[in-house]
Structure formats: structure tokens, C-alpha cells
């Protein structure tokens, strides 16, 4: 089975997923609301129009000029996209803080099982403290690059998120929808794209968590003279890259990147390295204490749910591959 630290970084992800569920339905029923509100009003708009044009105080070409300027146009509507981009943007820093949360808690569960696991296999007592969450904050708020939180860049997200108004906008006039079924569509879609956008960023904030929780408690014993090395674990399944297959069982100096195809890479999900080597990661972090060889070693098949003697991935891929 996977180990404690990767079972904590699992279960937050689990947790993150129901609660920026709640996040983001509450965030749907408030465009939607805000749409209902605007389609109430213009509606209450146009009834007073059409009583002029029945009154003869307006023309038919004058009331068809307004209300081509009025159909997801104009002042009004302008304001009520702020509204939306406004109402998303809360969202999402709402999903921040709770993805924040979890981060510090996986990254204390983490550093302390690579503690006990380094006590555990030399047989001695190093003396490393149990990381609970005031260790953990107090640790990075000494070294903030430690652990640097993800800064939500306000415009770049309320632009992203006026295109996205615009191209279902778009959809629904093409297809000859009802305005009221594209409101119900704006809140839907909108509250769902930014939902897995950032349960993506969540994925990969909680593997970075994980393995910089290790990489922390290595440093520690290295500061005190023990000679251990970071190794490479990719998880034994198809979703893996192909890239960080290949680096499976490759150790390095502690202070040292490893050499992926795409690029230098502290551990898995670290923030300096390019998006494509870390979105999405679920590689892991073990060590090498040369003077204690680790015995009988065995890893856990994740795409057939069972404990097989120890391997690296493409050594697991060829075998699993002979099998079929």
C-alpha cells in the first residue's frame, strides 16, 4: 500500500474536492441570481418600451435601435460582467485558502513520517521533532520560499473569465437558446471551469506539499552528517509521464535537481520546475542511507492494487507489458 505520507497528501485532495465543491455551487447560484436579477430588470425595461411604442411615443425603429443595444450590451451589462468576474475571483481565493490549508498539514505529515522512517530504518534516535501544524507555520514563515503560496493574478483571472462570458454568450445566441437558459448556462459552466482549474493546481500543490515536507527533514539530517540521498518514485501506473518514468529510482544529492527530459526538477511537483514537468504530479520522494540498505523492498502496483517486489517503472511497464 502507499505510505502514510502519500495516504494524508490523498485525503486532502479529497477533502479539497468537496469542499471547492461547495465553494463553487454557492459561486453558480450567485451568477445566476445576478443574471436573474439583470433579465428581471431589463425585462421591466423593455415592458415600459413596447408601452410607448403602443402609445405612439416611440417608434418601432426606435424601440428595435434600443433594444439592439441593450442584448448583452451597454452600461448595464458591462457592470453586471464585473459582477460575475467579481463574484469568481472570490471564489477562487476562497479555493486558495483552503488548498493553502491543506498544504501545511501535508507537508507536517510528510516530514514527519521521513523522520521516522529515517529513525525507524538506522535504529537510532535522531531527535527530530514531530511537525504539527504551529511547527510547520512557524517553518515557513522562516523560510518562505520553503513552501511559496500560489498568487492569484487578479486581472489575468477576471480576463480569462470575461472571455469565457463572451464565448458562451456566443453558444447560446448561436444556437438560438432563451436568455434565461444562457444565464442558467453562464452559472453552471463558469462555476464548473474554475472549480477544476483549481483542483487541478490543488493536485500539484499537495504533491509539491508532500515532497517538500521530505525534502525538509533530509536537509536536517544532512545538516547532521548523515550521509543520505533523494530518490526519485514514480507511481506504478499508465498515467504516469514518461518522463518522470524514466527518473524512477534515480538518486541525487539532496541539495541537487535530477535531470528530466523536461527539464531540472527538485521533486515532484516543485514550483521552480516548468508546468509540464509538475501539473498533475503524483511521484514521490525516497531516500538512500547508504550505511542502512533498505531490505526485502517492495512497492505498490497502483494500476492493479497489489504490493510486488521492488522494480523501477520501466522495469514494471516491460513486465506488465509480457503479462498481457
Sequence with gaps: MSDPGTRKADASQA??????????????????????????????????????VEAGTLSREQYQQWLNGQVFRGKLWEDQVKNLTDTLLDA?????????????????????????????????????TVYDSATVTQLIRNQPNLLPPHRLNSEKDA?????????????GVLSGAKLEDIA????????????????????????AAQNAGRIEVLHEA??????VKKVWIATLDERTRESHGLLDGHSVD?????????????????????????????????????EYPKQNAERYDQE?????????YSEWKEWRNGQR
Design 15 to 52: 477533502e479539497i474536492e468537496k469542499r471547492l465543491r461547495d465553494v463553487y455551487q454557492a459561486a453558480a447560484r450567485d451568477i445566476t441570481e445576478r443574471l436573474d436579477a439583470h433579465q428581471r430588470h431589463f425585462n421591466r425595461l423593455d415592458e415600459i418600451k413596447r408601452q410607448k
Design 92 to 128: 477562487n481565493q476562497q479555493a486558495l485558502r483552503i488548498i493553502d490549508g491543506e498544504r501545511l498539514a501535508v507537508f507536517g505529515e510528510n516530514a514527519t513520517y521521513q523522520a521516522y522512517r529515517l529513525e525507524h530504518d538506522a535504529n537510532i534516535n535522531l531527535g527530530f
Design 159 to 171: 480576463a480569462w473569465n470575461r472571455k469565457t462570458i463572451t464565448s458562451i454568450i456566443a453558444r
Design 184 to 207: 442558467d448556462q453562464l452559472g453552471t459552466d463558469l462555476g464548473d471551469t474554475n472549480r477544476k482549474s483549481m483542483l487541478r493546481y490543488a493536485r500539484t500543490a499537495m504533491t
Design 222 to 227: 544532512q545538516d547532521m552528517g548523515i550521509k
Design 254 to 290: 539532496v541539495d541537487d535537481a535530477f535531470s528530466s527530459i523536461l527539464g531540472p526538477i527538485r521533486y515532484p511537483g516543485d514550483p521552480a520546475a516548468s508546468a509540464d514537468n509538475t501539473w498533475n504530479c503524483r511521484c514521490t520522494l525516497g531516500y538512500e542511507y547508504e
Design 304 to 312: 492493479y492494487g497489489e504490493v510486488i517486489e521492488y522494480m523501477t
